[in-house]
């Protein structure tokens, strides 16, 4: 099987490595030649643990190979993997402008019948559109199927995602791109990954809905330790009792300063989107949306107060904090739609002066932050002589912090644990004045 991979970013990355893994010959193409040209000499554009083994082992097999030329691998390959980029735009639809650029040029280079497949999350309709694309320039002259075939990849986890899939989708209109496709995944089928095959509108919904239902429940979770906090309740302890629930499961019942990276924030909005294309609202989402939007701020909130300070001009002037975590969760570089960022930014905006560390992230923070804030070189320098200490990230390292040492280091003893990572009474026991999202009066 020999198959080309369109976009080397998350998503095409780690199929393409992941496919040549399992033995098939892979081409991973995209238009950016820096990158391309860092692919081939071993190195690799994204931070995804375990990815660099797999891309250099397969690279130096021969089982994968990274080009710019578009031409060559749909001429010399029978299926072609898109994934390239679907940023929103700023009406929340999903952009589709490179999706559609690739499909008009692997249409230009066909030689054959090919089976496109749309691994990009896009919008229902949009294997139509590809469809429509390719029917337009190569007209009778070569057979071709579009498949839909969306990712299930979790950024810090997705070469284990990617090898041992919960399902594998597949929105066809053949027997034959069926075939093909189900002969791809066979190592998957012998690890007894189901198959769900459906027509490509079905596949494509399956996407979304997906990553909706995940950032409702987080949103759901946030809003009861929202209330908890309230009441006086514990969260942890109403989450793991929802959690033994059968329908319900603990997964994603854990509060936070909100969801954020390249999926959930731009997978919800263009699902909105298309519900009010057809002229239908899906108000729990759009609900969830605006929640998750409050639920960074109420994060500044959370920190204002326990610095005793009001939200004003100039509240926070001579005030030093320390944020640990800036990538939107663990085991990534992503800071894309980070909670980070807008705490970072609020409190700018109080006049507080801003010391940062993240283990991966920092080189990304920069182009955000620029000289605004200080970067420090790990979490203890990061400490020295701050007002307040806070968690947005939940790096393990953080996890098991020297308190001691921490409270040594430190101006002022406050300490706001927006991952819920320390035991409220301990870290009152120890002398900082705490705060968290769900057990603040535990």
Not at 144 to 157: H, M, Q, W
Not at 197 to 219: D, G, H, P, Q, R
Not at 359 to 379: H, L, R, S, T, V
Request: proline share 4%.
């Amino acid at each position: 099987m020999r198959i080309a991979v369109v976009g080397t970013g998350y998503v095409g990355l780690v199929t393409g490595a992941c496919l040549a893994e399992f033995g098939m010959f892979v081409t991973c193409v995209d238009i950016d030649k820096e990158k391309i040209e860092m692919l081939n000499n071993g190195k690799i554009p994204i931070y995804e643990p375990g990815l660099d083994v797999i891309v250099e082992k397969n690279r130096k097999a021969g089982r994968l190979k990274f080009t710019t030329d578009l031409a060559e691998a749909v001429r010399n390959n029978l299926v072609i993997f898109i994934a390239v980029g679907t940023p929103p735009k700023e009406d929340g639809s999903a952009d589709l402008t490179y999706v559609e650029n690739v499909a008009r040029d692997i249409a230009k280079n066909m030689n054959g019948y090919k089976v496109v497949v749309n691994k990009s999350t896009v919008p229902v309709w949009t294997g139509q559109r590809v469809k429509k694309i390719i029917k337009d320039i190569v007209g009778d002259k070569f057979r071709f199927d579009v498949v839909s075939n969306p990712e299930f990849l979790r950024e810090g986890a997705a070469v284990n995602d990617f090898m041992r899939p919960d399902r594998i989708v597949i929105g066809a209109e053949s027997d034959e791109a069926v075939a093909i496709m189900k002969d791809i995944y066979s190592a998957h089928y012998l690890g007894e990954a189901p198959f769900v095959v459906t027509n490509i509108e079905t596949a494509e919904m399956i996407k979304y809905a997906s990553n909706a239902f995940l950032a409702l429940k987080i949103t759901f979770i946030n809003e009861i330790a929202n209330l908890c906090d309230l009441v006086g309740a514990d969260v942890h302890k109403v989450a793991k009792a929802m959690g033994m629930d059968g329908r319900i499961s603990p997964k994603f019942l854990h509060p936070g300063p909100g969801y954020g990276g390249s999926c959930f924030p731009k997978d919800t909005l263009a699902l909105c989107h298309i519900a009010k294309e057809y002229g239908y609202n899906i108000n729990v989402v759009e609900a969830a949306i605006e929640a998750n939007e409050k639920q960074k701020l109420l994060m500044v909130d959370k920190i204002m107060s326990l610095l005793n300070r009001k939200k004003e001009k100039g509240a926070l002037e001579g005030f030093v904090i320390t944020i640990l975590g800036l990538s939107f969760k663990p085991n990534t570089d992503d800071m894309r739609e980070s909670p980070s960022i807008v705490i970072i930014k609020e409190l700018l905006k109080y006049g507080a002066k801003i010391k940062a560390y993240d283990p991966i992230a920092m080189e990304n923070a920069k182009k955000i932050f620029g000289e605004n804030i200080e970067y420090c070189q790990d979490e203890y320098s990061a400490v020295e002589n701050s007002d307040c200490l806070v968690i947005v990230t939940e790096w393990n390292q953080f996890r098991k912090l020297d308190m001691e040492r921490i409270k040594k280091l430190m101006k002022s003893h406050n300490l706001a644990d927006l991952r819920n990572i320390y035991e409220p009474k301990k870290m009152r026991d120890l002398g900082f004045n705490y705060t968290c999202v769900g057990r603040t009066k535990i």
